[in-house]
């Protein structure tokens, strides 16, 4: 087996490879003036089982991401690689799923598709925003959760008595629900939360369920930041006391490490589905590691 990476989250396919006891193989990707890529593989990989990471977002770089993929992929299989194992740890373009309003292109289904004609034969991802999509694809789909590693930090941070675990939309209701299961079953509730499609303005409305003095939000993803922030404020005029924020993908676009550093918060908890440059780390973020559980998948 031979384990590459694209350009996105090194790090930690540094580590997958660690945990695998094998070396990251070389990968040539050359940028042209103009900003084409050309990827060339260093190493023999005829009849090899192959694995590349690639997370395909979180810098405003999905576009770039893919691209790269697409190539790696195309290069895997034309110098002989048997099969290529394609790991995405935050799946860009996952949001739109389905056409929301008439004449929308269904983006994560044409993404699917191009990963296949280049010759994807597993795909592993992790907390997709919908269990459709898996269904999307025509190959094998591992569809990992990060949820569990959340779990002791919620123990660690006292979050694990008198606390109610929140879905910031009811979109998040599947999530909130395997979470409580995780933890003897504690308590949940959602927000209905509004979403204006073409502004992207987000208003928390209303909470369906009882609250307590601590609550943890659980959500898939944080990019601008907003959803928290208006889950945050409904449940401070709610009375809850203590807030601790869980989500998997870190998107964290424009300003969202300052909004979330400023709220009312104890901590942020994310996983390195996506790597978070050091400019947008801050005080309150701890980011906890995926490598062990796609490593664990990778040898299964
Ligand atoms: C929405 O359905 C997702 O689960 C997230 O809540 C959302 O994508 C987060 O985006 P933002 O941080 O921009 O509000």
Redesign the pocket.
């Known amino acids: 087996m031979r384990i590459f990476s694209g350009s996105s989250n090194k790090k930690l396919a540094e580590k997958i490879a660690q945990q695998l006891n094998i070396p990251l193989s070389p990968l040539e990707i050359h940028v042209f003036p103009d900003g084409e890529k050309r990827v060339r593989v260093l190493e023999k990989v005829v009849d090899q089982h192959v694995v590349v990471v690639q997370s395909t977002g979180g810098d405003g770089r999905s576009d770039e991401y893919y691209m790269e993929l697409f190539f790696i992929i195309d290069a895997l299989k034309r110098s002989g690689a048997s099969e290529v194992t394609v790991v995405v740890p935050y799946m860009g373009y996952q949001?739109q799923d389905h056409v929301f309003r008439e004449g929308e292109v269904v983006s994560s289904a044409a993404i699917i598709e191009m990963l296949e004609a280049v010759g994807a034969n597993v795909f592993i991802a992790f907390d997709l925003?919908s269990i459709r999509i898996p269904e999307l694809f025509h190959i094998p789909v591992k569809h990992l959760s990060a949820l569990p590693l959340f779990v002791h930090k919620i123990r660690e941070y006292g979050f694990d008595k008198e606390s109610v675990l929140v879905s910031?939309?009811m979109?998040?209701n599947r999530r909130i629900k395997q979470m409580s299961e995780m933890l003897g079953n504690m308590p949940h509730a959602s927000i209905v939360?509004d979403?204006d499609l073409a502004s992207?303005i987000?208003s928390a409305q209303t909470i369906e369920g009882a609250l307590k003095k601590k609550a943890i939000i659980v959500?898939?993803?944080?990019?601008?930041?907003?959803?928290?922030?208006?889950a945050v404020s409904l449940l401070k005029k709610q009375g809850v006391l203590q807030i601790l924020v869980l989500?998997v993908h870190p998107?964290f676009?424009d300003e969202?490490p300052i909004l979330l550093q400023n709220l009312p918060i104890e901590k942020v908890v994310v996983s390195d589905t996506i790597e978070v440059p050091k400019e947008k780390q801050f005080q309150k973020l701890t980011i906890l590691s995926v490598a062990n559980m796609i490593a664990g998948e990778i040898k299964a």
């Open positions: 949001r925003h910031p939309d979109g998040g939360k979403r992207g987000v959500d898939d993803m944080i990019s601008s930041g907003k959803t928290i922030e208006a989500a998107v676009s969202a």
